[in-house]
């Protein structure tokens, strides 16, 4: 791979600033992005809550919050992990690759994070059952880290992986 340069560098640096500040500001003030947002909020509530069911844990789901026997957890919308997906596929978009390369990233990324911020309510659901203190440490500071360290490794693993036919061999 040929080195970019500082211009180049210096550009791609500026669009992605650029497309987190557009995404954020579109994560805040569009009603798209808020239904979409509130839409996936229920949808992890109630297929926590039916998990836990099924589980053996009693629990009751009212929109966005599994109420458990010793308090709820509320799928905020950074429980849903959309944002991180927006910043991680604005990082894939500014990369060097073809246009289909990085929306399939994009796509990946999507559904990784979100099903490990499932996977993250559900954890925190099982840890507010048995150990509030357990709950609150890794809800403070243990997922955050893993949220941070499982997107740093999508992208360089989407960087470091090969071209596919189609991107070594353009027609």
């Given at each position: 791979m040929s080195r970019l340069s500082k211009k180049s560098m210096l550009a791609r640096a500026v669009l992605l600033v650029t497309l987190v500040v557009v995404e954020s500001l579109w994560l805040e003030d569009s009603e798209l992005a808020r239904s979409t947002l509130e839409g996936a909020q229920l949808m992890v509530a109630r297929s926590a809550g039916l998990v836990l069911s099924h589980a053996g844990f009693e629990n009751t789901v009212d929109g966005i919050n599994i109420q458990l026997a010793n308090g709820a957890v509320a799928v905020t919308e950074e429980c849903i992990g959309l944002d991180v997906s927006l910043f991680l596929a604005s990082a894939m978009f500014v990369q060097p690759a073809p246009l289909r390369r990085k929306l399939l990233g994009a796509v990946?990324?999507?559904?990784?994070?979100?099903?490990?911020?499932?996977?993250?309510?559900?954890?925190?659901?099982?840890?507010?059952?048995?150990?509030?203190?357990?709950?609150?440490?890794?809800?403070?500071?243990?997922?955050?880290?893993?949220?941070?360290?499982?997107?740093?490794?999508?992208l360089l693993l989407w960087m470091r992986a090969p071209p596919g036919d189609a991107e070594a061999n353009p027609t």
């Open positions: 990946v990324s999507l559904l990784a994070v979100t099903g490990l911020n499932w996977i993250r309510v559900m954890t925190l659901s099982l840890l507010l059952w048995e150990d509030r203190t357990a709950f609150d440490v890794t809800h403070a500071y243990v997922w955050p880290a893993v949220i941070i360290l499982a997107c740093v490794a999508i």
